[in-house]
């Protein structure tokens, strides 16, 4: 089987770094996939990491250690239109077959 | 513009009443795929499809039917709908099936089941 952990809620200041943590148990993993949800709006794709180590695009950035069956979401210079729901997500068998986590609820506080 | 369609956006109906809710992409999509999201549960994939005719199974597919005749299209059917499948319904679609590829959502279509 397959499955994400994530923390429900984090809340920070503008102008902040967050870290939003997903941990996974698979029986076989294949990369991590990030995507932001704002209320009422569909889900879009952030970031993907297929080997151990750091992604950069922008002020976000996606971290995978294999070896500690976790990732995390990291953004930088918070700002307000960054509150929504952070989601990671995980293939399963050759990537026909994906699994989400439960959500990470982000509010920015001015 | 490039894009995944989905309707109707709302829905209400009755317990038992076939419907279907249409899913249309215009990017020329292999993979195209069906997600249930609830409340603290994240998404569920419903079912997939790696092209026309081939569709599979997801996490959770009881209740619901899927066909794959041409490759933008990807319809989701519910033969007898319960309040169980009260929910929001994503479809979304990739350039090819794999763990690496980016899955464009459609906007949601929200279902109550009374």
């Known amino acids: 089987g397959q499955s994400l952990e994530q923390p429900s809620e984090v809340t920070a200041v503008e102008g902040a770094i967050v870290q939003i943590n997903c941990t996974y148990q698979t029986s076989g993993f294949y990369g991590l996939s990030w995507y932001q949800q704002h209320d009422g709006g569909a889900p879009t794709f952030l970031s993907y990491?297929?080997?151990?180590g750091l992604e950069e695009t922008g002020r976000f950035s996606s971290f995978l250690s294999r070896s500690d069956s976790y990732g995390y979401l990291l953004l930088q210079e918070l700002q307000m239109k960054d509150s929504a729901s952070y989601f990671c997500?995980?293939?399963?068998?050759?990537?026909?077959?994906?699994?989400f986590g439960p959500g990470t609820r982000l509010s920015v506080l001015p | 513009e490039a894009q995944v369609t989905q309707n109707p956006r709302y829905l209400i109906t009755v317990t038992g009443k076939k419907l279907t809710v249409t899913c249309s992409q215009n990017m020329n999509h292999e993979y195209m795929s069906w997600y249930r999201q609830d409340p603290g549960l994240g998404l569920r994939q419903i079912y997939y499809s790696m092209n026309v005719e081939v569709t599979d199974k997801g996490d959770v597919p009881e209740g619901y039917k899927v066909s794959r005749k041409e490759k933008r299209n990807f319809p989701l059917i519910l033969e007898s709908p319960s309040p169980n499948q009260t929910s929001l319904y994503f479809c979304?679609?990739?350039?090819?099936?794999?763990?690496?590829?980016?899955?464009?959502f459609g906007p949601g279509t929200r279902l109550l089941v009374l």
């Open positions: 979304a679609s990739s350039l090819l099936a794999g763990y690496q590829e980016t899955q464009y």
């Open positions: 997500a995980a293939p399963r068998g050759d990537g026909q077959n994906f699994v």
């Open positions: 990491n297929g080997l151990d």
